[in-house]
């Protein structure tokens, strides 16, 4: 196969590929921008059809005032549940992926069964919520906060065991050798190194978790609780529907995890694929 023909199909290829993306990520966008922009009744049966007169900026408004301007409720208790998730994640992922790949031991197997475990059985609603009204966690930001950080633990110890393995043991040694304690080979020479797995991390988690609406529903309940996707019971019910203002809650709740995974897209593909290649 000629040098000629490879570039051309590279190039189809690259066609294809950007023509399926518009289709699955640029026309939905589309559709709720041109829907958050019109009035109730225009949006009453939603369609491509442009508006007759364009009313986004009134939309956002009545979007941000409702209900007491609770989505600027939600957003805070959103921040704060996926920065604190993040932080035990970042954290306590990176040492028990650091402890499992560093210091074999008998025991070793039987956490890794466990970390595969979390990722592969389905999370029991009922005796969750038993167990954190037992521990005076439910209904809280703190509970829910470690339910994020539970059901995110085994996919970042696997990111982490994985990028760690390329870490060259003799750092670890000469570490030890300089007379550096346990602690201090994993917070100073490890962690510095783990920058590009933890953005990743970060970015993953952090769309997940904002993201996030079944969880949320079932262990916060409560309207001063509300987290940035329960919001769109604002504008939806069964006898009244506010489209147009529900496609701007869409748009809104949208738009922030769109922006963190456009700028740190390479981002995400380095720290996925780095513990693959070199090891």
Do not use: C
Request: charged share 10%; net charge positive.
């Amino acid at each position: 196969m000629s040098l000629k023909t490879r570039r051309q199909r590279k190039f189809i290829h690259g066609i294809i590929a950007l023509a399926i993306a518009f289709v699955i990520f640029v026309i939905p966008f589309i559709f709720v921008l041109i829907n958050a922009a019109k009035t109730s009744a225009e949006s009453a049966s939603p369609s491509f059809t442009l508006p007759i007169e364009w009313h986004l900026w009134q939309n956002l408004v009545a979007v941000v005032e409702a209900r007491d301007y609770m989505l600027l409720l939600a957003y805070f208790n959103s921040i704060v549940i996926t920065v604190g998730a993040i932080v035990l994640l970042v954290i306590f992922g990176a040492m028990v992926g650091y402890v499992l790949q560093r210091r074999p031991s008998k025991f070793n197997r039987v956490i890794y069964g466990f970390v595969l475990a979390g990722l592969m059985i389905p999370p029991a609603v009922v005796p969750t919520i038993w167990v954190l009204q037992g521990l005076g966690l439910f209904k809280t930001l703190h509970g829910m906060i470690l339910i994020q950080f539970a059901y995110g633990l085994s996919f970042t110890v696997l990111l982490y065991r994985a990028f760690i393995a390329t870490i060259p043991r003799d750092l670890d040694e000469a570490a030890l050798i300089d007379g550096a304690k346990p602690w201090q080979i994993f917070f100073r020479v490890v962690l510095p190194l783990l920058k590009p797995v933890t953005v990743t991390i970060i970015v993953v988690q952090s769309i997940t978790i904002f993201n996030d609406f079944t969880h949320p529903l079932y262990y916060l309940p409560g309207s001063e609780n509300v987290t940035v996707q329960i919001t769109l019971y604002n504008f939806q019910s069964q006898f009244v529907s506010q489209m147009n203002l529900l496609f701007m809650n869409i748009l809104l709740v949208t738009i922030p995890p769109l922006l963190v995974f456009i700028f740190f897209n390479r981002q995400i593909v380095a720290g996925m694929t780095s513990g693959a290649v070199k090891g």
